[in-house]
T-cell receptor
């Protein structure tokens, strides 16, 4: 399957700082990428859909000014958690769909665990 | 909105036993996907289903796309300790739309 890579895999930061997480499709182009958040022992919750060259689409209840998404190229989307607080601590996972391929399959990154002190 | 009910929530079985889990939906999906997630990792795609009634195997795993398009099941035969993890079903209503995930089934295998 296609490979999606996230960086960093884990990060610890102080409250009030901003953290950037990168999501890269390594062997394919992805017009659309998705960002999920997962709390312990829970399922994945879609936060936003990242579209290359345009604004991201946020799910209801997700603050777009807090979770900044940039999809500047066909292989890279970034999620920046601004002014992070302890309640933002979570496992963030991105996924991507291969452009031009008629398939519903999404390939996921390894996830990034954010801990805000 | 669309909801997926996945059951059971957890299973604790003996190595060698077969496992079955399923997902049901209140609405129709055109694609069903099954993922496995291990601790600290992202989900890994196991099986993708695209047609109602489709039965697909991947090694010891078998999944079926329900004929009503509102359900799917995943079977694991002769379980082994490395099958441990959380299994998620996911449905997609149209190509390009985001996935709706089930709540997950946590599988534990006793050697």
């Amino acid at each position: 399957g296609a490979v999606v890579s996230q960086h960093p895999s884990w990060v610890i930061c102080k409250s009030g700082t901003s953290v950037k997480i990168e999501c890269r499709s390594l062997d394919f182009q992805a017009t659309t990428m998705f960002w999920y958040r997962q709390f312990p022992k829970q399922s994945l919750m879609l936060m936003a859909t990242s579209n290359e060259g345009s604004k991201a689409t946020y799910e209801q209840g997700v603050e777009k000014d807090k979770f900044l998404i940039n999809h500047a190229s066909l292989t890279l989307s970034t999620l920046t958690v601004t002014s992070a607080h302890p309640e933002d601590s979570s496992f963030y996972i991105c996924s991507a769909r291969q452009t031009g391929v008629r398939t519903g399959e999404l390939f996921f990154g390894e996830g990034s665990r954010l801990t805000v002190l | 909105g669309q909801q997926l009910n996945q059951s059971p929530q957890s299973m604790f079985i003996q190595e060698g036993e077969d496992v079955s889990m399923n997902c049901t939906s209140s609405s129709i999906f055109n694609t069903w996907l099954w993922y496995k997630q291990e601790p600290g990792e992202g989900p890994v795609l196991l099986i993708a289903l695209y047609k109602a009634g489709e039965l697909t195997s991947n090694g010891r795993l078998t999944a079926q796309f329900g004929i009503t398009r509102k359900d799917s099941f995943l079977n694991i035969s002769a379980s082994i300790p490395s099958d441990v993890g959380i299994y998620f079903c996911a449905g997609q209503s149209n190509a390009g739309n985001m996935l709706t995930f089930g709540g997950g089934t946590r599988l534990m295998v006793k050697p």
